[in-house]
């Protein structure tokens, strides 16, 4: 019965990792569109169901036939718990906005403009930019563009930027183009991770990401999912940044 036990539990965890590890292999292999779809619990568990593992099997191992099935109930608890804390800090992050507190600085990559001509974040530097990856597939993306605008034409003689950069592989520039004339988007320029430099260099979970840096280039702060950017909290973060009050309508 005790050996019963050890391999029901032991297959249970091995089936979860295993499954893990696939994912995780799977979108390393895909850039672009699908490889930034996964939810940030994915990395929690990932995170957490491998040492998990590995400690349940040791402790199987150890523990007394009969008090196996509560040992593991109760580690499993304790796991899930975790995992709970940090998604919770995960969300609370993404309604504020992630300050970041060293000075950093996203990766140098390129990407190209309407025209298909090379360009990057130092074309702006001396400016304060709003970089926003997002894409057409992606539904909360699409949802937070009319306020991105917005908030573009408002800081527009404060030496503001909004740089919406399309992560889409299948649309052309002008494909892109036309979409957003479609959704009645009109001020943004089209900007797109034609070679997967982006893709391939910066760090982010999902889209949209977006990341506000200051006029030396440096991450002030990450946001996680999508923002009503003209107005409220996320507006007067992005105003103090830029050095204005609040601007009216």
């Given at each position: 019965m005790?050996?019963?036990?050890?391999?029901?539990?032991l297959?249970?965890?091995r089936?979860?990792?295993?499954?893990a590890?696939?994912?995780?292999?799977?979108?390393?292999?895909?850039?672009?569109?699908?490889?930034?779809k996964?939810?940030?619990?994915?990395?929690?568990?990932?995170g957490?169901?491998?040492?998990?593992?590995?400690?349940?099997?040791?402790?199987?191992?150890?523990?007394?036939p009969?008090?196996?099935?509560?040992?593991?109930?109760?580690?499993?608890?304790?796991?899930?718990?975790?995992?709970?804390?940090?998604?919770?800090?995960?969300?609370?992050d993404?309604?504020?906005g992630?300050?970041?507190?060293a000075a950093?600085i996203?990766?140098?990559?390129?990407?190209?403009?309407?025209?298909?001509?090379?360009?990057?974040?130092?074309?702006?530097?001396g400016?304060?930019v709003?970089?926003?990856?997002?894409?057409?597939?992606?539904?909360?993306c699409?949802?937070?563009?009319?306020?991105?605008?917005?908030?573009?034409?408002?800081?527009k003689?404060?030496?503001?930027?909004?740089?919406?950069?399309?992560?889409?592989?299948?649309?052309?520039?002008?494909?892109v183009?036309?979409f957003?004339?479609?959704?009645?988007?009109?001020?943004?320029?089209?900007?797109?991770?034609s070679?997967?430099d982006?893709?391939?260099?910066?760090s982010?979970?999902?889209l949209?990401?977006?990341f506000?840096?200051?006029?030396?280039?440096m991450?002030v702060?990450?946001f996680?999912?999508?923002?009503?950017?003209?107005?409220?909290?996320?507006?007067?973060?992005?105003?103090?940044?830029?050095?204005?009050?609040?601007p009216?309508?």
């Amino acid at each position: 019965m005790g050996v019963g036990v050890r391999e029901a539990v032991l297959l249970d965890m091995r089936g979860r990792i295993d499954k893990a590890g696939l994912d995780a292999a799977g979108r390393d292999e895909r850039d672009g569109d699908d490889a930034k779809k996964q939810d940030c619990c994915f990395y929690v568990h990932l995170g957490l169901y491998k040492p998990f593992h590995l400690s349940m099997e040791g402790i199987i191992m150890l523990t007394k036939p009969q008090m196996r099935s509560a040992v593991f109930a109760l580690f499993f608890l304790v796991v899930m718990l975790a995992a709970a804390q940090v998604q919770a800090r995960l969300t609370g992050d993404r309604e504020n906005g992630t300050a970041v507190k060293a000075a950093t600085i996203l990766p140098e990559a390129i990407f190209t403009n309407i025209k298909g001509e090379d360009t990057s974040l130092a074309a702006w530097r001396g400016e304060v930019v709003l970089v926003n990856l997002w894409a057409t597939w992606c539904p909360p993306c699409v949802a937070e563009l009319a306020s991105l605008e917005t908030l573009g034409r408002k800081m527009k003689d404060h030496g503001f930027k909004v740089v919406a950069i399309s992560m889409d592989r299948k649309k052309s520039a002008e494909e892109v183009k036309a979409f957003l004339e479609e959704k009645g988007i009109m001020y943004l320029d089209v900007y797109m991770d034609s070679r997967r430099d982006i893709a391939k260099k910066w760090s982010y979970e999902g889209l949209p990401v977006s990341f506000l840096l200051d006029r030396n280039g440096m991450i002030v702060s990450r946001f996680e999912g999508p923002r009503v950017w003209d107005e409220g909290k996320t507006l007067a973060q992005v105003a103090q940044v830029v050095g204005v009050s609040v601007p009216t309508p």
